[in-house]
């Protein structure tokens, strides 16, 4: 988990979890394309989960959306997809079946800049809450931070092909 930083609990776990009802109330599309639900499956219990994430990247072309697990390995969600990766998402008010596929940390680095260069004020709060120090904003300070965060990157299943 970078520097320390533990998962939200008592009233900060509730507020966060508040963008899960909202999908679940069909209002995704309160968030537009900036926030996704993931559905996962508990790799100890095999019950059905869900979170809401900030999308870090999309690609419009092949409609692969990803995101950071800004806890680290050790979230939950992101080790059930490590077991599970085949699962869906929603975006706005699609659902779309996905195979999760976790990124490198060289590709989570280019994905941060990327992030960065278009959200700078979401990337530099980001980077002051996982106290890492972004080398005053530049782009390899961004990198090195991408290479801590892990990346999962949800690629679109064709109908009929799993998930």
């Known amino acids: ?8 609990s008592g009233l900060r776990r509730i507020m966060f979890r508040v963008p899960i009802l909202v999908f ?3 209002l995704g599309w309160l968030f537009g394309h900036r926030l996704v639900l993931i559905n996962h499956q508990g ?9 809401v994430v900030e999308v870090a990247a999309r690609d419009r072309a092949t409609g692969a959306v990803t995101v950071a697990s ?8 992101f080790r059930n997809l490590l077991v ?3 699962t869906t998402i929603e975006v706005g008010t699609r659902r779309l079946p996905v195979r999760a596929v976790p990124l ?4 989570g680095g280019e994905v941060m800049v990327d992030y960065a260069k278009r959200h700078r004020l979401s ?3 980001l980077a002051s809450y996982l106290r890492f120090d972004v080398d005053g904003g530049s782009d390899d300070g961004y990198r090195a931070l991408g290479r801590e965060i892990p990346f999962v990157r949800f690629e679109p299943v064709p109908a009929g092909a799993g998930a």
């Open 104 to 107: 490198s940390p060289e590709e």
């Open 123 to 125: 990337a530099t709060v």
């Open 84 to 86: 599970a990766p085949d």
């Open 24 to 26: 679940r109330a069909r």
């Open 1 to 8: 988990m970078p520097r320390g930083l533990r998962p939200p």
């Open 43 to 51: 790799r100890k219990t095999g019950r059905q989960r869900q979170v």
């Open 70 to 77: 800004g806890y680290g390995s050790r979230s939950d969600w």
